[in-house]
Nanobody, 125 residues
């Protein structure tokens, strides 16, 4: 069992930055591939960024490449999403997830076993 708690969301103006954190407790954090997802009401959860167990491999959806950076600190059981140059279209509830799937990077929401409660990001124009 892994418990995930997100923090760092909020309201920011276009062009601003936010840093999301995902603190994990329970089983060994480094044993899970991790990801950040976002979800609009009535839509499926979309992978924004993913990171492998060591932190050496990452994935970004095209719309955030060059603006967002995913990282993890296995010693502190924490994952981060640095979000720069934010746009109104980045406004979503963001969720962190943990996956036991053995691939390096896991991009499908249905392959994640554990989720945080979500944190709202709102970017005003």
């Amino acid at each position: 069992q892994v418990q995930l708690i997100e923090s760092g969301g909020g309201l920011v103006q276009t062009g601003g930055s936010l840093r999301l954190s995902c603190a994990a407790s329970g089983r060994t954090f480094s044993g899970y591939a991790m990801g950040w997802f976002r979800q609009a009401p009535g839509k499926e959860r979309e992978c924004v960024a993913a990171i492998d167990r060591s932190g050496g491999n990452t994935y970004y959806t095209d719309s955030v490449k060059g603006r967002f950076t995913i990282s993890r600190d296995n010693a502190k059981n924490t994952m981060f999403l640095q979000m720069n140059s934010l746009k109104p279209e980045d406004s979503f509830v963001y969720y962190c997830g943990a996956s036991a799937v053995t691939r390096l990077l896991v991009l499908k929401a249905n392959e994640y076993s554990y989720w945080g409660q979500g944190t709202q990001v709102t970017v005003s124009s």
